[in-house]
């Protein structure tokens, strides 16, 4: 069974970076493709950005702006989220998923972490 875990949210003041981790068990992590969605109060979950198997494609939603970057270490086991330059408005439940698909285009994931919670102060 997979079974994707996030990692690396807490407590953050504005204008910090932070870094999410992913990884996945029970099946070869280089055969995902791997995306970020995040879940703020009150709104629904929204696309964060997704990146192929192989690290070497990537696709961002419209408000990512360069704040927001994904990449792959099949090494490691382990897909990342960088976000630089924190706002307030970033706070969200940050959530990891994977899929054997390697459109990064789709956005039907095959398997969801629990979640890593992200808040950021003014």
């Not at 994707?4 to 003041?13: F, M, P, R």
């Not at 969605?37 to 939603?61: D, H, M, W």
């Not at 390697?102 to 972490?113: E, H, I, P, Q």
């Amino acid at each position: 069974q997979v079974q994707v875990t996030e990692s690396g949210g807490g407590l953050v003041q504005a204008g910090d970076s932070l870094r999410l981790s992913c990884t996945i068990s029970g099946r070869p992590f280089s055969m995902f493709s791997m995306g970020w969605f995040r879940q703020a109060p009150g709104k629904t979950r929204e696309f964060v950005g997704s990146i192929s198997r192989s690290g070497n494609y990537t696709y961002y939603a419209y408000f990512v702006k360069s704040r927001f970057t994904i990449t792959k270490d099949n090494a490691k086991n382990t897909a990342y989220l960088q976000i630089d330059s924190l706002k307030p408005e970033d706070t969200a439940v940050y959530y990891c998923a994977s899929k054997s698909n390697n459109n990064v285009f789709s956005l039907k994931y095959d398997y969801w972490g629990q979640g890593t919670q992200v808040t950021v102060s003014s």
